[in-house]
């Protein structure tokens, strides 16, 4: 079993950064590919980004690539989401997640954090 907390969340400007975390528990954490999704009101859940339990192989969607990016601290079972150049239409929920293999689909992830608010002001 692997809970999730996310933190981090907040409401920035247009063009600034937010740094979201995610600490997991359990002693199997390095063993997990790590995901981030978002859902914004009113849509479905998408894929933001991936890391492989190594941490050597990252993976984004295309609305993201070059101003997000995933990594992992295998030591203090974290995996984090730098956000930068934000957009109005990154606002969402944010949720991290852990699988067995790095994917953009998320019934491939087996546990979920609860969540956390980004809201991006124009």
């Known amino acids: 079993q692997v809970q999730l907390v996310e933190s981090g969340g907040g409401l920035v400007q247009a063009g600034g950064s937010l740094r979201l975390s995610c600490v997991a528990s359990?002693?199997?954490?390095?063993?997990?590919?790590m995901g981030w999704f978002r859902q914004a009101p009113g849509k479905e859940r998408e894929f933001v980004a991936t890391?492989?339990?190594?941490?050597?192989?990252?993976y984004y969607a295309d609305s993201v690539k070059g101003r997000f990016t995933i990594s992992r601290d295998n030591a203090k079972n974290t995996v984090y989401l730098q956000m930068n150049s934000l957009k109005p239409e990154d606002t969402a929920v944010y949720y991290c997640?852990?699988?067995?293999?790095?994917?953009?689909?998320?019934?491939?992830?087996?546990?979920w954090g609860q969540g956390t608010q980004v809201t991006v002001s124009s």
């Open positions: 890391v492989h339990w190594s941490g050597g192989s990252t």
């Open positions: 997640a852990a699988g067995r293999s790095s994917s953009d689909y998320q019934y491939d992830y087996t546990y």
């Open positions: 359990g002693r199997t954490f390095s063993s997990y590919a």
